[in-house]
């Protein structure tokens, strides 16, 4: 884009004294050098990765304005990539830059915690114009980086997990499962809420999958210690907290 053009576009957009610091991650290298180059002719700050866990990382580390976010990425998938930092409590707001049009993959995006869907190719006057009304919406501040019950800690960014001063060693569903008990401490989560939220499937209702991975989970944070943090509800399902 010329710096005419860019001259016209900022009567759209116009360039903020405090730079917005934009993350662009796509995996296309001429559409992100593409991307980059218009941003700062605008008056943006950009950064580009070209891998989902580096996005992840890359948002998880820094303090970003702006996420222009590809669905399909080496590494890991953009809507993955989303999913994990919503799941950190990040609230930076995420337009997904995509060639995947149709309406289901539009409404998966926006329901994981998009803030807009942009189907590629588009008008770059478009974005610009998508991006001014994502970013007049109000920033939310808290970010949750770790969780905490009782002596049991879970660090959400280096992924793991402690009690006491006692390193534990979680494998990946075990990690999930510990970190919805965690959220929602002290309240019942139901077998099928493990099933759909770490699984991300709806198993046979007779699979003893939850009961396996509890018994593991069990084993390594509440077996070597004094005090039972993980309890079953007969017909019900499992909580986490400390006896009072």
């Not at 860019?6 to 662009?24: E, G």
Request: proline residues 3%.
């Amino acid at each position: 884009m010329s710096f005419a053009a860019a001259q016209a576009m900022s009567a759209i957009v116009p360039i903020s004294r405090t730079l917005m610091k934009i993350l662009v991650a796509e995996d296309d290298q001429r559409t992100a050098d593409f991307l980059r180059k218009g941003l700062i002719e605008i008056g943006y700050t950009v950064d580009c990765v070209s891998d989902g866990r580096d996005a992840l990382s890359h948002c998880l580390y820094n303090n970003y304005d702006l996420v222009l976010l590809d669905r399909m990425m080496p590494g890991m998938d953009g809507l993955d990539v989303l999913k994990a930092l919503r799941a950190a409590k990040s609230q930076v707001p995420v337009i997904f830059l995509t060639a995947l049009a149709d309406v289901d993959d539009r409404v998966e995006g926006l329901v994981a915690g998009g803030d807009d869907y942009l189907v590629k190719p588009f008008a770059f006057s478009e974005l610009l114009a998508r991006i001014t009304v994502v970013s007049r919406r109000p920033k939310a501040t808290e970010v949750t980086t770790s969780l905490k019950v009782h002596d049991l800690t879970l660090d959400l960014l280096t992924r793991t997990a402690m009690r006491g001063n006692v390193k534990i060693e979680l494998h990946a569903k075990e990690f999930a499962m510990l970190e919805i008990l965690m959220r929602n401490n002290g309240k019942i989560v139901t077998k099928t809420m493990l099933l759909e939220q770490v699984w991300d499937f709806n198993f046979d209702p007779r699979t003893t999958v939850v009961e396996t991975h509890i018994s593991r989970l069990r084993a390594k944070i509440d077996k070597p210690f004094d005090i039972q943090l993980l309890h079953n509800t007969r017909n019900s399902g499992y909580s986490l907290y400390a006896p009072s």
